[in-house]
């Protein structure tokens, strides 16, 4: 049996499909760019095996673990361990019974998508994961961990990957980064700068994660002056290990534009009151400004991810954590939220700054109109909950009519799975080829330009925006 | 002529057609599983002969005479009673011209789908609906009406109705399911307990509905704690006759987990001003929560159905009474409104929650990300406006890839007319066929998959949700 | 080469691509009906020469040079003068180039479509635009507009228009319109009544607005009274030119009914400080009520445009006036904000308001469930960024089922570009047939209906909507 069809995602008849699939052809083997995700940039670094089939594709995918719970199966018996260090099961071999098990609850989905194409196209798996195939595929899997050619960078090159980037803290110590580039690997693997930790006071951490970027930058971050400096000599940091982009995790797009004077008071305001939700929210809001202002002088791009309401239940998150699958996103809007940042940086035509929703309304409404004018903005692709085949479609569909592809930049994974990158970037290409398709196909565009036009959203776009 | 295309609601070419075709033989004979509506329960209590066409088809069907109004023709030429009990056609026959001679205004909605169907399939029209064919369409069904066959008993047996619940209030005497039960009637035939009338201190006969249901359950309800009593002993009364459900009509997903002191204050306050919107808004959603405890204790699944605004026309209001189609969806939220419900009884096992919109820009940014993950969350299927062949369609494709197939709880047919209830389940499952054929011929969905999803879909998942 | 397709925008396969091909031959040849739109009275009425190519397809085209302003190209360079008068670009055919150097940016976009028309029904062109076509395309369009069958009337003649409606301020003189009265030529040029100018205390300009209309009427327009007076008079002076409609552009649809009372106050409050929001926002409601009750005297149909967040950067605003490409939509509510209006003139049979919304989340939502129930509502075509194959598509698809064909008024061109009335109308008729074919093949249709229908939603909807 053959988990994947060949044909997959593309317009089902005649006409279109043929084209879908040479359009696809002509993009199927470019390099993979993935200019934002979450991987542990140790696994690159160390290039150590990975563990277990539980550890590689269930207990660190909150895609996966939120589905099962929504399902009646406790974290705790899919190997989650909780904030005080339980755990119920550990053996890994019962956690992936389960999800075997429970496989079904994943049809429809892009998580049964993406974990078909890595059982199938990583392992060589040809079964369909199910209670009676789990043993038999978990030592299969186990067997491959064990090999060479199953090592981190080896599937590194496999995947065919040009550029990875990850995503750290502005207190992280870069270390895995310093490894690599000391290394003679001959990979590409660079930070992002990701400095929510520090920019959100609403962090339980917020007032000591400040006295850590105090002692890393050796700049006086409780002081405003001094916490400008922090994060520009940071961002030098980053850069120095390829960063070409900042990330900022806020829960809605606000930004403000402050006098300085009047955003040296809020910053001393918050210290003093880190809880105080409104200047919080206003703190944020300034600091994407003064990001933006950074980025104009160092040249990181900038990512804003706007609008997921974090860690909707306090009960699984004071027990579990953060990023247990409760992150639900909410209406976001951007028209009035991003007018103080686009009055700064909107016009200056050496900016990007690159927005991501979880809130479909604003695509057409909002985010289009937006990014179809200001020469800063460019618009990332379908995000998160959105990263799926229909999710990628109803982009296309609404973005583009308005702000075209060129304003858009090509395709994030945006993945803590590693295995999961060549299936994320599969589907995207796959989804444009056929909308690309659908479009020649009913005389939107014509042959020649869709066979550019793919091009450009696989590889050029992405480049090209994350200045890679 | 036949009225209805074989294969509509199918992909239009191809393999999708023929697997739709294909899936949709596989389900087409399971019996009808009808665990939300608003049929009379007289009907099936009574067994007696319905009226006439008019009657049958116009006069209480809010989806038709909204539209009949729309195109300028009043309500009291369409048999619509004033409150006052002024009427201004007395011939059902003048009513049904009417309606015949506008039918063209109902092209392209579901009406035209369900009548057609209902025509067709319950009393074997088979010319179009029109001026022309009034008077003959009229005299066929007026003739079917007078024989045993087409009375509501063997319309039951004949639709292959399984089980059907009906809504009524706390205040009902529930006098038709008792004669239901203490018949010999093999039906099934459930009530479900819809207490708005006592729990929304905006309706106008509030306080005096509180002084019926203190009567009915001999508790005194006009205390917080008689009223909740009284409550808990109405259930166990609606459950004794079948019901296994709760249904909440609120204007917003509101809800609020207040310490019962302050509960009981707030009981007090809307007692001396029922018309205190604040305070009525809160007290709903305060009541929401009792409700889910009450679940807890008692099984019954709950379910919201929250975003209409009612009666958007006082002038229509105030003349002809509620549910005369001026009832407008607004903007809905659930991420914060839900938030104090669940954190009380969202990570039971044993809790179902079942939560309806009508604002489909929730489905995937709140709805689907909510119960992909809280397991006493489930969706309902496209409610009122959206029940119908797109809205359907769209409620599959914005919240599949998230919640999956198995956070949903099949079809409702929801409707107060009862000759459309195989009409509205047979657009059900010609779209969820056509959605899978669609899956699985994109290869997203191995066809083996699709076969028993579509059962699950049909039957399986409704007699789960609801416990039937 | 040929730039268009001649099955464009048609289902790609099988019966739907027939069945939308033999549907648009049944209207292919229908006169248009265009009775929206901001095309410069002057052309017809003066029947003068277009200028140059830049003039005609760049230069005035806010879709066009807002997409070219997105991708770094300054609108001094687009020979767009500053209010100053600045202008960067004199040469029309540097602009020309400029422009056909980056015409790949429109690619998937309604303009490439629009353009392309022109391009190749209008002039002939026969060549896709680019840097290397870009000099003799520009000489092939230069020869032609200096031909007589090139003249505005000769096109108005060749693109079969039977009536057209430019939008005219209260304060404009309405002399184009006054010379082509008085001329003898046939064609049938109206005007609209479009009184924001005199409506929104936040115009800049608003006070000496009053002024002007005081004199141009003859009234005290700054009294409440004489204000209401000048509206009254104006309003008959435009049907005098044609007119048989008002417009309405607002940020949002806000509506009140305050007492003459309160609303005389309300006006003095605004005349004292017009940059008071609230006040502002206010008196704009109101006066959408007071236009209401005015025609239901003088039968002009109300059009209200709502939604849009104008001039989102004041720096361009500042710099080079309004409509420069930044105006954003937000979103918009409709069901509250309407209520006043329609309590007053909701329910009258002979009155017609049609909507408009740049916040597509409201079709369903919203706007068709209350044109599907109020007599006085229809609802207007998909508008501006909307105004495109997809946009159109969802337009059908999520408004039909609720509110069907016959509460919506056909298509608006709403063009300021006159070589694209064809091409828009083009777009509008295919796509509509497009839908119906898909209705047809899908079996919700029949296929003489849908005859009936095209015809009415290309020809027969407007004329009666818009009383032409």
Redesign the interface.
């Known amino acids: 049996m053959i988990l994947?069809?060949?044909?997959?995602?593309?317009?089902?008849?005649?006409?279109?499909r043929e084209l879908a699939r040479a359009l696809f052809d002509s993009v199927r083997d470019l390099p993979i760019i993935s200019p934002h995700g979450h991987t542990d940039p140790r696994w690159l670094a160390g290039n150590e095996r990975f563990g277990n089939p539980a550890d590689l594709f269930v207990t660190p995918d909150h895609y996966v673990f939120?589905?099962l719970?929504?399902?009646?199966i406790r974290l705790e018996d899919l190997g989650i361990e909780t904030l005080a260090g339980e755990k119920s099961a550990t053996d890994p071999r019962e956690v992936w019974r389960l999800f075997a098990a429970h496989y079904?609850?994943?049809?429809?989905?892009?998580s049964r998508?993406w974990i078909d194409h890595s059982l199938q196209e990583v392992f060589g798996v040809e079964k369909?994961l199910s209670a009676e195939t789990a043993d038999e595929i978990y030592e299969q899997i186990s067997d491959c961990l064990g090999r060479p050619e199953f090592l981190p960078r080896a599937l590194f090159d496999r995947f065919n990957i040009e550029v990875i980037a990850t995503t750290e803290s502005p207190l992280d110590t870069l270390d895995h980064h310093a490894r690599v580039a000391a290394s003679d690997w001959g990979g590409r693997m660079i930070s992002t700068y990701r400095p929510d930790a520090v920019m959100d006071p609403e962090n339980p951490d917020f007032l000591n994660n400040l006295k850590v970027f105090s002692e890393i930058t050796g700049e006086d971050a409780l002081s405003w002056d001094g916490y400008l400096k922090a994060h520009r000599k940071r961002r030098l940091r980053f850069k120095a290990y390829g960063a070409t982009a900042t990330d900022h995790g806020h829960p809605t797009a606000r930004t403000e534009n402050l006098s300085q004077q009047a955003a040296r008071e809020l910053f001393n305001a918050v210290l003093r009151d880190p809880t105080d939700a409104g200047n919080a929210e206003m703190f944020r809001a300034q600091m994407l400004t003064e990001m933006a202002r950074m980025s104009l002088d160092d040249g990181l791009v900038m990512q804003i991810h706007a609008g997921s309401?974090r860690n909707?239940?306090?009960?699984?998150h004071r027990r579990f954590g953060a990023d247990k699958?409760?992150?639900?996103?909410?209406?976001t809007?951007f028209?009035?939220a991003l007018?103080p940042l686009?009055?700064v940086v909107?016009?200056e035509?050496d900016m990007t700054v690159i927005l991501f929703t979880?809130?479909?309304?604003s695509y057409?409404?909002?985010l289009?109109?937006?990014?179809?004018?200001?020469?800063a903005?460019k618009l990332g692709p379908a995000w998160w909950?959105?990263d799926?085949?229909?999710?990628m479609r109803r982009f296309r569909?609404?973005t583009?009519?308005?702000?075209?592809?060129?304003?858009t930049v090509g395709f994030n994974d945006d993945t803590r799975a590693f295995c999961s990158i060549p299936a994320r970037h599969d589907v995207a290409r796959r989804v444009d080829c056929a909308f690309l398709a659908?479009?020649v196909?009913?005389?939107?565009?014509?042959e020649t330009?869709a066979f550019?036009?793919v091009q450009d959203l696989t590889y050029h776009l992405a480049k090209k925006a994350y200045r890679l």
Chains 1, 2, 3 share one sequence.
Not at 104 to 110: E, M, N, S, W
Not at 312 to 316: D, G, K, V
Not at 400 to 407: D, K, L, M, R, V
């Open positions: 994947l069809d060949e044909d997959r995602l593309f317009p089902t008849e005649g006409r279109g939120r589905m719970y929504s399902q009646g079904h609850v994943f049809r429809g989905t892009p998508l369909g309401r909707h239940s306090s009960a699984i699958g409760f992150d639900i996103p909410g209406r809007d028209v009035t007018g686009l009055d909107g016009h035509p979880l809130d479909e309304s057409g409404r909002e289009a109109p937006l990014a179809g004018v200001y020469p903005l909950f959105f799926s085949a229909d999710g569909e609404m583009t009519e308005t702000a075209g592809f060129y304003n659908s479009l196909t009913s005389g939107r565009l014509g330009d550019e036009v």
